[in-house]
Nanobody, 128 residues
């Protein structure tokens, strides 16, 4: 059984940085599509960044140039480096995965219902 466990959330001031990690437990395979989603109070969950098994990446417009998604060579840890954080980035951040490939994976950033596995989230709070 696959489990995703996020860590690295916290409270920082605007302009600061955080790095989120997502540990993958259980066999998930090498063709997995993985991404980060977030949900703020009163808002729908939205895709932040996603990485396909072939290395292609897609970002939400709101985080382009500030956030970087990456994973280790074994694909057992997913990262999200978040720089120049803004109060609007305050949210619960979730790690998620599915087995879509290529363009299908990248399109998953706008379709969280396609994600098969979810972590429980890590809270990020940005103060102004």
């Amino acid at each position: 059984q696959v489990q995703l466990v996020e860590s690295g959330g916290g409270s920082v001031q605007a302009g600061g940085s955080l790095r989120l990690s997502c540990g993958v437990y259980g066999y998930i395979g090498s063709t997995v599509c993985m991404g980060w989603f977030r949900q703020s109070p009163g808002k729908e969950r939205e895709g932040v960044a996603i990485i396909a098994s072939d290395g292609r990446i897609s970002y939400a417009d709101s985080v382009k140039g500030r956030f970087t998604i990456s994973q280790d060579n074994t694909k057992t840890t997913l990262y999200l480096q978040m720089n120049s954080l803004e109060p609007e980035d305050t949210a619960m951040y979730y790690c998620a995965a599915n087995y879509r490939s290529g363009r299908g994976c990248l399109q998953s950033i706008d379709a969280d219902s396609t994600m098969a596995y979810w972590g429980k989230g890590t809270l990020v709070t940005i103060s102004s």
